[in-house]
């Protein structure tokens, strides 16, 4: 006899079902990618599992074991279509016929092996979502829907686009990896620090557009934040040995500390130096200082992520922004310039001489920017000059600056924000 349900315990059992899917979706599909070696069969395979939890759970009442429930099912699920080989399309009929095969030669049972290395098949998955043949953008849509767990229609609000064309995006790069036959494994050798670099670009372009959105009216998104600091803390469990994980997670962690004072009550923007820092989350930079050391403990030349989370952790040890230390802030800058070449980078060591030596200095490297035309189009060249220009007193110009820069600023808040620092500068002496 079934359980007897109200709508209030539906519900319950509903929020609990998303719940569970969301910490166990990436092992689920990540198991089952290892046995059907494709991406998109196996999280069509774990959807199967979450569909018979929803029909069954209610009546029957939640498992003792969620996960492994929904591991079990997605198992009978993938063994049932491996031997209705007749049903399935040609490419699954012959991996059908080779699996089978395996079985009878060497005695492989494919419910173990569905349980076996839960944590490589973890790292498989993630390496394989962010694929380099991938578009940056398929890359980061696929990494959020199958190791974040983020609904398609999740996804598809965090950047502001619609669903249809975010599913599409998904579809086609789930295709591109089966038609590519992109190996389901953790590359080995020199192929891994390629690989891995673009993991880590994938995980950081997520957090960074949760903490500081493109577009749109919100400043902040923290949900893509903690998807991202959960992708990477998974990573870094998974990965120990890679100092440059543990470099990302720290980064992320602390910056991510200042979240909730990065708006004020009506959520507009709140600059760094005018934080509230006694609302930063010491639990969040304590982890990212911890993830900091682990980084530095392996003893290898410091990387572009640990090298950030070191000038993040600056800003952290300081109890005010009179404190902060930015002459190790520029020093900092200015190995990650020799590392990376970037004129991004260069624009915020800019900012840190100019706190450092002052605004002129500071003036002289970002007009040498200007010169060379790298980062035109780029809202924060314009924004950066401005903030020096009004420190050097040359209001007129900075007036003209922060106009620019709200002219091609993607968010609105940010937009708002720079035309109300163009509007508090003094008017010109007639």
């Known amino acids: 006899m079934g359980v007897v349900t109200t709508p209030d315990a539906l519900r319950d059992t509903h929020r609990t079902i998303d719940a569970v899917w969301r910490i166990e979706a990436a092992k689920l599909i990540a198991a089952l990618a290892r046995i059907v070696r494709d991406v998109g069969r196996a999280e069509e395979l774990a959807q199967d599992a979450l569909v018979a939890a929803l029909e069954q759970w209610p009546t029957e009442g939640i498992p003792e074991k969620p996960g492994a429930w929904l591991m079990a099912a997605a198992k009978h699920r993938a063994i049932d279509q491996i031997r209705r080989n007749v049903l399935l399309e040609r490419k699954h009929e012959q991996l059908g016929h080779e699996l089978q095969e395996q079985q ?3 005695g492989l049972d494919l419910s173990a092996e569905l349980d076996d290395s839960i944590g490589d098949d973890l790292l498989r998955l993630v390496f394989t979502a962010c694929h380099p043949i991938l578009s940056e953008e398929a890359r980061v849509a696929l990494t959020l829907r199958l190791v974040g767990g983020l609904t398609t229609n999740e996804i598809a609000r965090a950047f502001l686009v619609p669903e249809p064309t975010m599913a599409q995006r998904i579809v086609r790069a789930k295709r591109a990896l089966s038609e590519a036959h992109v190996p389901f494994e953790v590359p080995q050798g020199q192929e891994l620090s390629a690989r891995l670099a673009s993991v880590l670009q994938v995980i950081y372009l997520i957090f960074n557009e949760g903490y500081a959105a493109s577009a749109g009216e919100d400043w902040v998104r923290p949900a893509l934040c903690e998807d991202a600091m959960r992708i990477g803390r998974i990573l870094a469990a998974l ?3 890679e100092p440059e994980v543990h470099g990302l997670v720290g980064l992320m962690e ?3 500390s200042r979240l909730r004072t990065r708006t004020d009550a009506s959520g507009n923007l709140v600059p760094l130096l005018d934080q509230d820092r006694s609302r930063w989350d010491q639990l969040l ?4 200082l911890s993830a900091l050391q682990r980084a530095a403990s392996l003893n290898a030349i410091p990387g572009v992520y640990a090298l950030q989370g070191e000038i993040a952790a600056c800003h952290a040890k300081a109890l005010t922004a009179a404190g902060t230390n930015w002459t190790r ?5 200015e190995a990650l310039a020799a590392l990376t070449h970037s004129p991004i980078v260069e624009l915020n060591r800019a900012v840190a001489v100019g706190f450092a ?5 500071g003036l002289d490297i970002v007009d040498a920017l200007v010169r060379e035309g790298a980062l035109q189009g780029y809202h924060l060249l314009p924004t950066v000059r401005a903030d020096l220009l009004e420190r050097v007193g040359r209001h007129e110009e900075a007036r003209a600056e922060f106009e620019r820069a709200a002219a091609i600023a ?3 808040r940010e937009r708002q924000f720079l035309l109300a620092r163009a509007r508090k500068l003094p008017a010109a002496a007639v």
Request: net charge positive; charged share 5%; hydrophobic share 40%.
């Open 239 to 241: 990965a120990p040995a």
């Open 104 to 106: 009878a030669q060497t």
């Open 254 to 256: 602390i910056q991510a």
């Open 410 to 412: 993607g968010n609105n």
């Open 285 to 288: 930079i304590h982890r990212g």
């Open 357 to 361: 030596v002052g605004p002129q200095a």
């Open 329 to 333: 802030i520029a020093s900092l800058y």
